[in-house]
């Protein structure tokens, strides 16, 4: 193999020439592959970047969440998280969690004075079968994580709810709500129809309620007003 340096330990004149031709070739050519690379990324990025602003998580929620901790340990008031209040990576939906006896009560005195409330009401055990209720405001699979974060700043506020009228099927029964403000701001639900399933038929999920607007239009629903609305309050929470 020839050497690069002379006997004397001076660089081979060839050497140099060698080395040089092989520097700027390799140059020119990571110069070019570089262009190439930068200009894959920016389309990767670009494709993609629907996906990469859903899953970044706002700062200042990351920070609230760190602090929260810290206050815990200086109080030596840690204990195991229960379901409810998991790590920010696994929550799925953000919500306003409804008081069930409100609105069982509610109902009982809405189908007093409306006999089709009444006739629907009749024969099913709402007492077993509404045990909780709740509206979606931002779901991670439909809406992404950002905008269930959005909500971090309501987190554990009473959140006042008009419920506005009851659209129920043959399989299906949600009351209309519309939600009302936190200190002074309007919480607006990223759901196209904000609402709060109380019932389904066996088998049938309780996202299905989604449907039932469209339900409606094609007049498979049945929808009664309530007027004026009635106002109860729930709390804002992660889940």
Known sequence: MTSLYGVNGSENPDGVAARRQTLESTKGSYSKEWTNWEKRLQEVLSGNAEYLNAIQVPFDLAVNEVLEQLRAVAKGGISTPSTEKRKFGTIVFAAVTLPVTEIKTFLESFGRKNTIVED???????????????????????????????????????????????????KLAALEVRPGSVAGEKIISKNQWPHATIWTAEGIAAKEANTLPQLLTEGKATRIDIDPPITISGTLDFY
Do not use: C, E, W
């Not at 991670?140 to 700043?153: D, E, L, M, N, P």
């Open 120 to 170: 629907f009401l009749k024969g099913k055990d709402m007492n077993n079968y509404l045990r909780k209720a709740h509206v979606t405001l931002a779901h991670k699979k439909a809406h992404g994580v950002t905008a269930v974060a959005s909500y971090g700043v309501y987190r554990n506020q009473n959140v006042p709810v008009d419920l506005t009228a009851l659209i129920f099927s043959d």
